[in-house]
């Protein structure tokens, strides 16, 4: 018995430069806004959209943040090369790669809270 049935629908981050991320994610990968809360506190909290992304990211406005190298978001590209080109044209700094798993190439880069952030090419076999 398992979760087969299951497909993730939403990530949680909690950010602490939320006009920023929002930016970045927008910019960056096309999200799309799909809900804006605000909680009683003031408290943003937005969830996200892109076109080929079957899940919903969510951001969470808030500044004790508690990042590591091992937790992170991945994405696949359907054009690496392409999408590697672009995030050296943008200027964001990559934190390693490209570099090669078995037949998959991978790049990481970190989001402004510094949220570790895989992009890959390969995943998609896996689905």
Do not use: W
Request: glycine share 8%; hydrophobic share 45%; charged share 25%.
């Amino acid at each position: 018995m398992n979760l087969s049935n299951v497909r993730l629908h939403h990530v949680s981050l909690l950010v602490s430069a939320m006009d920023e991320c929002l930016r970045f994610y927008i910019e960056v990968f096309g999200f799309k806004e799909l809900l804006v809360l605000r909680e009683l506190n003031g408290r943003r909290i937005i969830h996200l959209k892109a076109p080929l992304c079957t899940f919903v990211l969510e951001l969470i406005e808030g500044n004790q943040l508690n990042t590591s190298d091992t937790i992170h978001l991945g994405f696949t590209s359907t054009d690496f090369d392409l999408t590697f080109e672009t995030i050296k044209a943008l200027g964001i700094e990559i934190v390693r790669g490209p570099i090669r798993v078995g037949a998959e190439q991978i790049v990481f880069i970190k989001d402004p809270s510094g949220y570790l952030i895989e992009i890959n090419d390969g995943i998609d076999e896996l689905l």
